[in-house]
């Protein structure tokens, strides 16, 4: 009688995937929480006047470049200033520098604290500008060329 031998069991697999109904639960959750710059400049582009965004950055940061239309607050004057300037019955969408960076996390915190509905924009204003899409500045706006590994090459959209 040939036995066969185990295989091993991948890295990818040694904790196993959970089950269908809890991988459904955390992904809907994850998408509570979060968006990316695709979404919000397809919304924004589209008319979306259901949420704002809010760009959490230093004013040197801004003073950069921003999301057209964003709101500027660093996360420091949140707790100070959210009241004047957001309106607590509108959704927030904050992003700060990027995937390498919590800032709008903690702003993102900081507003959930406060009681308003937020969610924090995947990528940041790095993935935004490596998308293509326009930035303001003092000076007027201006727009990058997409970064190829970030967004397709002559098409409006990933398609996912």
């Known amino acids: 009688m040939i036995t066969q031998k185990p295989q091993p069991t991948s890295a990818v697999l040694a904790t196993p995937?959970?089950?269908?109904?809890?991988?459904?639960?955390?992904?809907?959750?994850?998408l509570a929480f979060h968006t990316d710059v695709a979404d919000v400049?397809?919304?924004?582009?589209?008319g979306a006047a259901d949420f704002v965004v809010l760009d959490s950055r230093s004013p040197a940061a801004w003073d950069q470049g921003h999301v057209p239309g964003a709101v500027h607050l660093p996360t420091a004057r949140i707790a100070e200033d959210a009241g004047k300037l957001l309106d607590p019955a509108v959704p927030?969408?904050?992003y700060c520098w990027?995937?390498?960076c919590d800032g709008a996390t903690r702003a993102a915190l900081a507003l959930a604290r406060l009681g308003y509905r937020?969610?924090?924009?995947?990528?940041?204003?790095?993935y935004w500008i490596r998308e293509g899409y326009e930035v303001e500045t003092w000076q007027g706006t201006e727009r990058r060329?997409?970064?190829?590994?970030?967004?397709?090459?002559?098409?409006?959209d990933c398609g996912c």
């Open 17 to 30: 995937p959970a089950a269908p109904a809890d991988a459904a639960a955390y992904f809907a959750a994850r």
């Open 41 to 46: 400049h397809g919304a924004l582009a589209a």
């Open 92 to 94: 927030v969408v904050v």
């Open 98 to 100: 990027g995937p390498g």
């Open 118 to 126: 937020v969610k924090e924009m995947l990528g940041g204003i790095e």
């Open 145 to 156: 060329p997409a970064d190829p590994l970030t967004a397709p090459v002559g098409a409006e």
